[in-house]
């Protein structure tokens, strides 16, 4: 069983759901993502997915976009995200996954980054725009060394498509509660609860919910009936608040904390 299934099979047994923050490497800089990483599996998360930023990252929102090429400034790869990674996990066991686009990841190399990843303590990767169907060696590479291929599901992903995905996802399904991009809203709406009805139907896999969640009140809608809420948005619009800040990882820290519901305290 890999690290993120452990994580939400000791969630399940203690009747709890996964808090799953988003974060984009390098922004501000790699040092300071090396504390976030550490301060946010202290400060309660279950999982954190860790942004690789691209120049051209077509399913982010305004919010997220800032922060990757704030972070392309800094003239780093993934090599150096890596590294941040391994040194993070020295002070940290959360599971962490790798959230990006296929091309910096063909640039590095997939079986070099499934073997590196896996050195470093990466425990998941999602690769927003690889193609199920091209997806089968990278899996396999990536099994190989202990790692989860996670997978997308959206609202308009037909009953076909969804039994082929449950069949290849491994840790969790990342279900998208809505189509377009990344970002804020003030209500979830319905479109998330049916998918994951849709794939409770098909799957035993964990599913978690992301886009658009950005309170402690719709992180709670969320664990009403999925396993997980991903937070990505709103603690990268933290984090672009604070830049400069000192105490820039405590203040995320302290952030993320509120997002908690009271019951999961």
Known sequence: M???????????????????????????????????????????????ELGVPFSDPVADGPVIQRASMRA??????VAEIL?????ARRKMD??????????????????????????????GVLVTDLALEDAGEFQESLARNSQDLILLVAPT??????QMIAGKAGGFIYAVSRMGVTGTRSEMGGDA??????????????????????????????????????????????????NG????PARVGEFMRNLIPTEQR
Request: cysteine-free.
């Open 157 to 162: 992903t037909n009953d076909q498509r969804l």
């Open 193 to 242: 609860r049916k998918l994951v009805a849709r794939l409770r139907a098909i799957t035993d896999l964990p599913v978690a919910v992301g886009f658009g969640i950005s309170t402690r009140e719709q992180v709670a809608e969320v664990w009403q009936y999925a396993d997980g809420a991903v937070v990505g948005s709103a603690i990268v619009a933290e984090i672009e608040k604070l």
């Open 245 to 248: 800040a000192p105490d820039l």
């Open 94 to 123: 959360v599971p962490v996954v790798l959230f990006s686009y296929l091309n910096p990841f063909l640039q590095f190399g997939l079986d070099r980054l499934a073997e590196e990843s896996g050195r470093a303590g990466v425990d």
């Open 2 to 48: 890999s690290s993120i299934s452990e994580t939400f099979e000791q969630l399940r047994r203690e009747g709890k759901r996964a808090l799953i923050p988003f974060i984009t490497a390098g922004d501000p800089d790699l040092a300071t993502t090396r504390k976030l990483l550490i301060e946010l599996a202290r400060s309660g998360a279950d999982i954190i």
């Open 83 to 87: 590294q941040v990674v391994k040194e």
């Open 72 to 77: 392309l400034e800094n003239d780093f790869g």
